[in-house]
């Protein structure tokens, strides 16, 4: 069973950097898009950033021009680089990916345990 282990989370003062890093415990036959998610307590989680299989990418509009998504395909990683960094950026970040774990099997999605950033004023 492919597990998504996400590390780099942590606490920083506004203005700063952190670097997310998601990595697939093994490779499965197809990856259509990986991508980071955030939640806050109360709210749907909601897009950050993703990658598609031919290296396309959304950017949320709250994110743009801070946070840079990057995938290695050779390695199955996703990292996501978060500069100038919010108060309002502090939320519990999960790592998605969806793909095809067999040739014959269904498109599965997938989901890391989540890694918490958290922004002071």
Known sequence: QLQLVESGGGLVQSGG??????????????VDVMGWYRQ?????RELVASVDFDGGTIIADSVKGRFTITRDSA?????????RLKPEDTATYYCKLVGKPWSDSSTTVYWGQGTQVAVSP
């Open 17 to 30: 950097s952190l670097r997310l890093s998601c990595a697939a415990t093994r490779r499965i036959f197809r």
């Open 40 to 44: 806050t307590p109360g709210n749907q």
């Open 75 to 83: 390695k199955n990683t996703l990292t996501l680089q978060m500069n």
